[in-house]
């Protein structure tokens, strides 16, 4: 009706496709819509993340992009706890980092195990699938962690394997899995494991020299504290080898793990794809935050806050889902009070007070949520604010 009236007075208001007619002055508004992100991701980035946004487009061969993705590795080397030299933001969401490594590793009718206890376990397999892999699935109940000694024995069975992949944290339960274990019974194989730390980089401990990762790839939006559109990737000397002595070029041209880290290195640059400097600035600067605070104390601060929120969450009628002992303080997910209906109480969090939480994947589709203290907003504050509007609302 606003909509409409205003349309009225400014017969040559722009129209947006599915919005309705909108006068300039609700479009502005509509631009500065302001939410509290506590769902799965994206989290709040970094005001400093943000404020890059809005430095000058470069070439993606100007050497001061280049400087820029020079300092983007060294410090993805330092969160990934790495000193691989194949360490790298692949162009795309957390999606692009997963395929680039599945793409890069696996060549048709390979041999995978995958570790599936949530969506992401499901989405590795669907995506190795599709590249032409045989799938050995390694599966746990949605909401229980995978356990190593299943993975390593099933490794025994298929010592063939290519690749073992399993997802540190799983985002559509909350639930860590153990890949220290995994990587010091495959490092004397011939077995590679490949680790989706989409929601663990930056949030909770991920060691990969330490754990004998051989390759790892997070997204941007989560606990790095910047906007989606890059894929942090990191390959270690075995993983270059295999790639190096594939017999198929990788299928795909775009997310050829090879290709991409000659063109970031070589000299003089060549072209490979149009990589966006203004998302290089943006993860450079949130990377910059956190490595200031320190990647101890980021994991510490994630621990404290997540643990802040899972220890008020029972005394409003909320279950956690993931067993303590695996339970991801950057992501929670929290059953409702018996009775609430998840959608309509998210929605009205959201229309009401501006606060974001995700609703329940899979098995947990309907009567969960997911609640992310990740980044920026891994704090005192969200937790008093998002439990002072859920007590308002079940009030
Ligand atoms: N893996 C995990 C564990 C995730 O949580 C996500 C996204 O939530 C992805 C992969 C896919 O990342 P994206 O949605 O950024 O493409």
Known sequence: ????????????????????????????????????????????????????????????????????????????QQVFRTTNELTLPVSGTGSSGMEACLASLLEVGDTIIVGVNGYFGERLCEVARRGGAEVVRVEAPWGTPIDPADLIAAQQAAPHAAVLAVVAAETSTGVRNDVAPVGAALAPTDTLLLVDAVTALGGTQLEVDAWQIDASYSASQKCLGAPPGLAPVTLGARAVARMKARKTPVRSFYLDLGLLHEYFLASPPTYHHTASSTLAYSLHAGLGRLLEEGVEQVWARHDRIGRLLQSALPELGFGLIAPESNRLPQLTATTLPNGLDEGSLRKRLLAEY??????????????????????????????????????ELLA
Do not use: K, N, Q
């Open 1 to 76: 009706v606003v909509a409409a009236h205003d349309h009225a007075h400014h017969p040559s208001a722009p129209t947006l496709r599915g919005l309705g007619p909108r006068s300039p002055e609700s479009i502005v508004r509509h631009m500065h819509e302001d939410r509290l992100l506590l769902g799965p991701g994206p989290s709040e980035p970094y005001p400093e993340a943000m404020e890059a946004l809005t430095r000058p487009v470069l070439g993606h061969l100007d050497p001061e992009y280049l400087a820029v993705i020079a300092e983007i590795r060294e410090r993805l």
């Open 354 to 391: 501006g606060i974001e939480v995700g609703g329940g994947l899979g098995a947990f589709a309907g009567r969960a949520w997911r609640i992310g203290m990740m980044g920026h907003a891994a704090t005192e504050r969200s937790v008093v604010t998002l439990i002072g509007a859920v007590r």
